[in-house]
Antibody, heavy 117, light 107 residues
Framework: EVQLVESGGGLVQPGASLKLSCVAS????????MSWVRQTPGKTMEWIGD????????NYAPSLKNRFTISRDNAKSTLYLQMSNVRSEDTATYYC??????????WGQGTLVTVSS | DIQMTQSPASLSASPEEIVTITCQAS??????LAWYQQKPGKSPQLLIY???SLADGIPSRFSGSRSGTQYSLKISRLQVEDTGIYYC?????????FGAGTKLELK
C-alpha cells in the first residue's frame, strides 16, 4: 500500500525558512517522479513543483521557483521541500504526491504551514 | 498561464441523481486533464486522468468527457459518500493549474 507521510509544518514567522519532509513507503520510491502541491485555507489548490525519479531534474511554478527548492534522498525514500523567506500567502496545507505518468496519483495526508508573527 | 474555469462553484443534489461538473480551459490542453475528489477532512483522490480514463478503484459511476477545450465530470447514481469538493487539473503546460473547485452536497 502506498503511503506518503509529510512532516515539518507548523507556525513560522514571515521571512523565515522551513523544510518539509515526506517519507514514502509501499512502492519503489526511486522509480517515480514526485511533486508538491499546496492548498490554501480557502481551498485553492496550487502546484509547486516536480522532481525526477533520480533527482536530476526539477520543475517549478514560476511564482515560487526563487524561494522553494525540491529535493529527494532515494536512500531514505524521502522527499523534501525547502521554503525560504516565507510570506503570509504561503499559509497552506502542503501535500506530497506520487506521480504516475504525469498525474498526481497518490497524495499524503498533508502538513499545515502557518506563516504569522 | 492556462486558466481553468470550473463550474458550478457549488451544487446540491439528491441520492441517485446525475450531476455534471465542467472545466473550461483557456487554451488547448489536449487530453492533459484530470479530476480529483476531496472528501471532507481528507486528501484529494484521483478520479479521472487523461480526460476520460478512470483511475484504479474508482467506481464506474464516475466518467469524464471532452469537447474541444471543455471538460466534464459526470457522476451517475449519486451516493452520500460523493460529498466533497471536486477539482480539475491541467498538466499540459507549466504552471500546472487547478480549477477553483466544485463543492458537492447531498440533500
Amino acid at each position: 500500500e502506498v503511503q506518503l507521510v509529510e512532516s515539518g509544518g507548523g507556525l513560522v514567522q514571515p521571512g523565515a525558512s522551513l523544510k518539509l519532509s515526506c517519507v514514502a513507503s509501499g512502492f519503489t520510491f526511486s522509480d517515480y517522479w514526485m511533486s508538491w502541491v499546496r492548498q490554501t485555507p480557502g481551498k485553492t489548490m496550487e502546484w509547486i513543483g516536480d522532481i525526477k525519479y533520480d533527482g536530476s531534474y526539477t520543475n517549478y511554478a514560476p511564482s515560487l521557483k526563487n524561494r522553494f527548492t525540491i529535493s529527494r534522498d532515494n536512500a531514505k525514500s524521502t522527499l523534501y521541500l525547502q521554503m525560504s523567506n516565507v510570506r503570509s500567502e504561503d499559509t497552506a496545507t502542503y501535500y506530497c504526491t506520487l506521480n504516475n505518468y504525469g498525474w498526481f496519483a497518490y497524495w499524503g495526508q498533508g502538513t499545515l504551514v502557518t506563516v504569522s508573527s | 498561464d492556462i486558466q481553468m474555469t470550473q463550474s458550478p462553484a457549488s451544487l446540491s443534489a439528491s441520492p441517485e441523481e446525475i450531476v455534471t461538473i465542467t472545466c473550461q480551459a483557456s487554451q488547448d490542453i489536449g487530453n492533459w486533464l484530470a479530476w480529483y475528489q476531496q472528501k471532507p477532512g481528507k486528501s484529494p483522490q484521483l478520479l479521472i486522468y487523461s480526460a476520460t480514463s478512470l483511475a484504479d478503484g474508482i467506481p464506474s459511476r464516475f466518467s469524464g468527457s471532452r469537447s474541444g477545450t471543455q471538460y466534464s465530470l459526470k457522476i451517475s447514481r449519486l451516493q452520500v459518500e460523493d460529498t466533497g469538493i471536486y477539482y480539475c487539473l491541467q498538466r499540459y503546460s507549466n504552471p500546472y493549474t487547478f480549477g477553483a473547485g466544485t463543492k458537492l452536497e447531498l440533500k
